[in-house]
């Protein structure tokens, strides 16, 4: 064969790439939205639509890296990426998580209300913009140092910039230490805040808790990010100068990273032991 067309025919299989598609379900077979699926340790992934559906590129991907799906309130999937290409047919049944929720009593005059993170709408520092791609997928988290039994009331985003013109929904966790990073999520249902432009109340986003019984020893962080259908720009203030140990990132599967100055406005409103 001529060299040419083969160089041609070589490139034409290349840029037709290897996309897997699919949708994910619960156990009961019902479609499991915003389910993130990638890559462990690899910025490549996708986020389940509504119906549960999802498509990821593993072009050229080495067949020994591990496909993860991972969906708050359900046990994490695992497979290799060559046992799972093996299968010919992509959906994904999860089973569900059962985490133990303590049952405790507050005894009036023990807890007092605290407000930990970081709050600041008058700089820009971070935040999602549907028309760049590679941000919409990004999560970000900080790290709320803590030494003493705390409830959970409130998860707060002070923005310092929004324009949307439709409802947005943004999902948000809470995660145990593992190690000086964000590790396995200690709520068992996914946290989810739709809102419209006319919610936002003095730059002010803020998730409600309180019915949730979230009780937490120890560090923790609090993270955030924008569902796949997200339309329109919302950026976080920030302190955008100040050396920060505890403010972290990551795409999809990505491993956690941390920022090394400012910090995003995030906090969160808890009742602290005293």
Known sequence: MNLKYLFILLTAANLSGQQISGTIFSEKHLPVADARIGIE????????????????????????RILKVDVNGYESFQMKVADFEALHQYDISLNKKLIEIQNV????????????????????????????????????????????????????????????EKPVTLIFDIQQSAGDFPGESVVNETL?????????????????????????????????????????????????????????????????KKFSAGEPSINVDVLVEK
């Open 41 to 64: 340790n690899e910025d490549i992934g996708n986020i389940t639509d509504k119906e549960g559906k999802y498509l990821i590129d593993i072009t050229g991907l080495d067949k020994n």
């Open 105 to 164: 009593n507050i005894i009036p005059k023990k807890y007092v209300s605290k407000n930990f993170g970081t709050r600041n709408s008058k700089r820009g520092y971070c935040g999602y913009d549907s028309e760049d791609l590679k941000k919409i997928f990004r999560e970000y988290a900080i790290k709320i140092k803590n030494s003493r039994k705390v409830k959970l009331k409130k998860i707060n985003l002070n923005l310092s910039f929004f324009a949307i």
């Open 192 to 256: 989810k805040l739709t809102i419209a432009k006319e919610h936002i109340r003095d730059n002010t986003i803020s998730l409600d808790v309180n019915d949730k019984s979230i009780w937490l020893n120890g560090d923790f962080f609090v993270s955030v990010r924008a569902s796949e259908d997200f339309k329109g720009k919302l950026f976080l203030g920030g302190n955008i100068f100040a050396f920060s140990k505890n403010t972290y990132y990551r795409n999809y599967f990505g491993e956690w």
